[in-house]
Structure formats: structure tokens, C-alpha cells
């Protein structure tokens, strides 16, 4: 299968990157069928030299079955040679690491006093009803 995809080129620490039309069993930086364009993410966003695409190679491809992958599909989007890709949803990405680990913590604790409550004072009635529904689920 083709894939239009980003080939990793430059030094440690400052990638430049090339896109590329290859077959999806080659390395990333390996073997690839054509180079269609560039993509440098370390400049500004409002220069023109950040990204250079060959659109009539693109569209070919495109044509020929070539699948963008996540990125690329964004780039191409964004130079409006494909329509743009809708948004993943990812909520917790915005949400730092750290505070993502606390916020797991604390909510698993702040039901446990709530579920220890409730049962003392209706743990009959919560008990049976689970016994009456079990086997009803197990019938079916």
C-alpha cells in the first residue's frame, strides 16, 4: 500500500523533514518512491519556507491510491489539496502529565467514601437487587 508520509532527515535536535510517496513496508527513512515535498516544523508557522509541496505529484498519487498518513494529511489540508482532516479527540492531551496522574488518584478516592456510605445504610437493598437482575441477564 501507498502511503504519503514525512521522512526524517536533518541533525539531533533540529529535524527537517522530507514528504515522501513509499510503500507502507519501507522504513520511514528509508527506501521511498518519490520525494513530493519538504516540511521544516522549527520555523514560524506565517513563513512560506516552512513547507514546500509539489501539488500536481501530490494530486497524482493521491490519484493512484496514496493514503496521507495523520500528519501529512494535516499539511495537505492545510495547503488545500485535500479537505482538512477532522480533529481527534484526545481530552487529556491538553491537560499536563502530572496533573493528568492527579486527577486519577483523587477520583477513585472521592468515590470510596461515597460507596462506603452508601452501602451502610441501604447495603440490603443494593445487595438484592443485583441478585434479582443476575439471573434475569444470565436467562437471555
Do not use: C, H
Request: hydrophobic share 35%; glycine share 8%.
Amino acid at each position: 500500500m501507498l502511503k504519503l508520509r514525512l521522512s526524517r532527515g536533518g541533525t539531533k535536535k533540529r529535524p527537517v523533514y522530507k514528504v515522501v510517496v513509499a510503500d507502507s513496508r519501507f522504513a520511514r527513512d528509508g527506501r521511498f518512491i518519490e520525494k513530493v515535498g519538504f516540511f521544516n516544523p522549527l520555523l514560524p508557522k506565517d513563513k512560506k519556507e516552512r513547507i514546500g509541496l509539489e501539488a500536481e505529484r501530490i494530486k497524482y498519487w493521491l490519484g493512484q491510491g496514496a493514503q496521507p498518513t495523520t500528519r501529512v494529511a494535516r499539511i495537505l489540508g492545510e495547503n488545500e489539496l485535500i479537505p482538512m482532516p477532522k480533529n481527534g479527540n484526545n481530552p487529556n492531551k491538553a491537560i499536563p502529565k502530572k496533573e493528568r496522574k492527579k486527577e486519577g488518584d483523587e477520583a477513585p478516592k472521592a468515590e470510596a467514601p461515597k460507596a462506603e456510605a452508601a452501602p451502610a445504610t441501604e447495603a440490603p437493598k443494593a445487595e438484592a437487587a443485583p441478585a434479582t437482575e443476575a439471573p434475569k441477564e444470565e436467562a437471555k
